[in-house]
């Protein structure tokens, strides 16, 4: 069976900083669900750190980690985006963006000494988020009349299914969240109630 949880921020961490001889390094995670907000975080840190060389990030999206990307911004070669993303891989989030901001000190780092700061300073941003694990939910639409609403509303109690939104006007639509490996088994009940129609929604 697939799982069906995952990982993930609920709001941006502290900034955090990380120093060596003399280069910093500021971490930062961000929750995010798009490339548009991916974009708006980096825009806005390049406004607020404009003297900085370097604005390196990873971010995963997804709710089963499908998309990724890496970005060294002129750094040597893999020696900025994949450490970030591999500490994005190592706590198992998604859904989140980190970056490293660099002020460059004047000394190099030669490439060891970037991958370790890089990786060490997503650490540090992550170490500063509250993780949450969620679940993977099916929103399932149900429809019927209103003397049904009892029956429907027992076994939303019963099951202890979460109701996103209802309309009780004449026709009664309620739209239902139920955890993946749930939804099958749900999706029956409700299907076996004389005169309730369920059909899932999709994104």
């Given at each position: ?9 609920t709001?941006?961490?502290?900034e ?5 001889k ?5 971490g ?25 060389r ?9 709710k ?41 000190g ?5 490439v060891s000494?970037l ?9 540090m ?5 509250k993780?949450?694990?969620?679940t993977i ?24 299914l979460n109701i ?39 994104d």
């Amino acid at each position: 069976m697939e799982k069906d949880t995952y990982k993930t921020i609920t709001k941006p961490s502290r900034e955090i900083l990380f120093k060596d001889k003399g280069s910093k390094f500021f971490g930062y995670a961000f929750p995010v669900t798009n490339e548009e907000q991916i974009k708006a975080h980096i825009d806005e840190l390049k406004t607020n750190h404009h003297q900085a060389r370097h604005w390196c990030y990873a971010w995963q999206l997804g709710k089963r980690y499908e998309h990724y990307r890496a970005n060294d911004d002129g750094e040597p070669n893999n020696s900025a985006g994949m450490p970030i993303y591999g500490q994005l891989q190592s706590f198992d989030v998604t859904n989140v963006l980190v970056v490293a901001v660099r002020y460059f000190g004047g000394t190099k780092l030669g490439v060891s000494g970037l991958i370790n700061a890089y990786k060490t300073t997503a650490q540090m941003a992550l170490e500063a988020s509250k993780i949450v694990t969620k679940t993977i939910n099916r929103n399932f639409l149900l429809t019927f009349e209103y003397e049904n609403m009892n029956k429907v509303m027992r076994v939303i109690k019963e099951q202890d299914l979460n109701i996103v939104k209802q309309d009780l006007a004449l026709n009664c639509n309620s739209e239902i969240e139920v955890r993946e490996k749930e939804a099958e088994r749900i999706y029956g009940i409700f299907e076996g109630i004389y005169g309730v129609e369920i059909k899932e929604l999709t994104d």
